[in-house]
Antibody
Framework: QVQLVESGGGVVQPGGSLRLPCEAS????????MHWVRQAPGKGLELVAA????????YYGDSVKGRFTISRDNSKNTLYLQMNSLRADDTAVYYC???????????WGQGTLVTVSS | EIVLSQSPVTLSLSPGERATLSCRAS???????LAWYQKKPGQAPSLLIY???SRATGIPDRFSGSGSGTDFTLTISRLEPEDFAVYYC?????????FGGGTKVEIK
């Protein structure tokens, strides 16, 4: 069955960096686009970044543009989110999701919590 | 950017009742590219509906989606205990993709 497992979350100081991996299994990873979506405490969902099946096309939300980088390694079935210059308002649970079609996530991981605090 | 407004913010109902959730877009959603998700605390979101009215794999037929243009509806015909959750709509017809603020369906 499809499984997505995020890791790499934790507490980081403002201005710091963190890299989140998402390991995929149960499907042909290289055939699917992927997303990162986050949910801040008490808030709704926000699409952070998306990447095409081969990594050639990438999308970033305005709030993370220039600070976050999405990438993938199809040989390792792994999606990444490199987060730099972290701010307090980046505190959230970060989910990776498989793209069903043009931005719809049909399978999601359980999420990893990122807390930006001094 | 398309802003999605969901109403009501909270819906208090009893198991067995019908739930009607609204998602209104600030401008027309291209191709009716509107999805609905269910979110429970501590769990990943689950895709319910895409393309405004197509049920995702494994979703029971008590969940249905309808609407077009700027007005969309998610209907749960008879609430089961496991349906009490927060529901989000998402439009994916225009960039940036956006989510609504959510409707919480709570037990009355």
């Amino acid at each position: 069955q499809v499984q997505l497992v995020e890791s790499g979350g934790g507490v980081v100081q403002p201005g710091g960096s963190l890299r989140l991996p998402c390991e995929a299994s149960g499907f042909i990873f290289s055939n699917y686009g992927m997303h990162w979506v986050r949910q801040a405490p008490g808030k709704g969902l926000e699409l952070v970044a998306a990447i095409s099946y081969d990594g050639s096309d990438k999308y970033y939300g305005d709030s993370v543009k220039g600070r976050f980088t999405i990438s993938r390694d199809n040989s390792k079935n792994t999606l990444y989110l490199q987060m730099n210059s972290l701010r307090a308002d980046d505190t959230a649970v970060y989910y990776c999701a498989r793209d069903l079609y043009q931005g719809v996530g049909d399978y999601w991981g359980q999420g990893t919590l990122v807390t930006v605090s001094s | 950017e398309i802003v999605l407004s969901q109403s009501p913010v909270t819906l208090s109902l009893s198991p067995g009742e019908r739930a009607t959730l609204s998602c209104r877009a600030s401008q027309s959603v291209n191709n009716n590219y509107l999805a609905w998700y269910q979110k429970k605390p501590g769990q990943a979101p689950s895709l319910l509906i895409y393309g405004a009215s197509s049920r995702a794999t494994g979703i029971p037929d008590r969940f249905s989606g309808s609407g077009s243009g700027t007005d969309f509806t998610l209907t749960i015909s008879r609430l089961e205990p496991e349906d009490f959750a927060v529901y989000y709509c998402q439009q994916y017809g225009s960039s940036p993709l956006t989510f609504g603020g959510g409707t919480k369906v709570e037990i009355k």
